[in-house]
């Protein structure tokens, strides 16, 4: 068994209910890696230039100092009854939170947050931050929604492109560590462009191309299947929108797997479109991977 050494896994918190979700989900995923756990709470008010102690004849524990210390010192204590195997260190650290996590992400095994945290309108499917920690962080990113469901497949999203192979990784990886089925969808609509300068037919044979699609989902899973042979693979191959069947799996899924950007997105763009709309719409946990070299099993 590996030891709990190595790069972290990271969870912010602000003290709302979603956090602690997030906290217990970041828990298990260090218990799974063999990994610390480092707890962090972005402490944006000293960037205000407000008074951070207690108010004058206020109790000694009051104050914002204290209040954000009491916060993270609530999320270890979670953790531990979660995974009390696992070793946690808590920091409040200066800064805005998007600031905060992307900086904690250079160095991370994983990223963990909750979808909307004490700032969130109740209106806003996902708050601000973990749109912009997932789409510039460099260590994949977890966001959490509501207590993780410990059944239910584990959903990858997959189209041939580089990061889509790099999520299939991370996702068999989760699916070996959770004793998981692992259910691999490619969705399409019309022929798509693999790179830059790829012009395609105005006329094309639907069951040719069909085939095609199948070929390019069998050959996504194919050589994971080789290094997790104890996980059970099942393709779904869907002729429609690709965000729309993924946000459909999630119903009964314990985590959807997606590469920040697939076959077709722009250059420019950080998010794609389809891991936009899923992360937005996902009613599982969703996690992005934005890079390559994130799957651990040699």
């Known amino acids: 068994m590996a030891s709990n050494t190595g790069a972290p896994v990271v969870v912010g918190v602000d003290g709302s209910e979603i956090a602690l979700h997030a906290v217990r989900a970041a828990a298990r995923e260090a218990a799974y890696r063999h990994r610390p756990l480092r707890i962090v709470h972005a402490f944006i008010w000293p960037l205000m230039g407000v008074p951070l102690g207690p108010a004058p004849g206020a109790p000694a524990e009051g104050g914002l100092r204290n209040q954000a210390e009491r916060c993270v010192t609530e999320a270890v204590a979670e953790a531990g009854k979660v995974a009390p195997e696992v070793p946690v260190t808590g920091v409040v650290v200066d800064g805005a939170a998007t600031a905060v996590l992307l900086a904690e992400a250079r160095d991370a095994a994983l990223i963990v947050l909750g979808n909307r945290g004490l700032g969130g309108f109740a209106g806003l499917l996902l708050g601000s931050v973990a749109v912009q920690v997932s789409a510039h962080a460099d260590s994949p990113v977890l966001v959490v929604r509501d207590e993780s469901r410990a059944d239910g497949p584990v959903v990858v999203g997959v189209d041939g492109s580089e990061l889509s192979r790099e999520a299939v990784g991370f996702a068999f990886e989760q699916a070996a560590w959770r004793g998981a089925e692992l259910v691999a969808v490619h969705a399409w609509l019309y022929p798509t462009p693999v790179g830059p300068g790829d012009i395609l037919p105005l006329v094309y044979d639907l069951d040719a191309f069909r085939e095609e699609e199948e070929r390019t989902l069998a050959e996504s899973v194919a050589g994971w299947s080789e290094r997790y042979p104890e996980v059970t693979v099942r393709r779904r191959l869907v002729r429609g929108s690709p965000a729309r069947a993924l946000v459909e799996e999630s119903r009964n899924a314990q985590l959807v797997v997606l590469g920040a950007r ?29 890079k390559v070299g994130t799957v651990t099993r040699s």
């Open 262 to 290: 697939g076959r077709g997105a722009l250059g420019g763009l950080l998010l794609g479109s389809v891991s936009h709309a899923v992360l937005h719409h996902a009613h599982s946990p969703l996690a992005i991977v934005r």
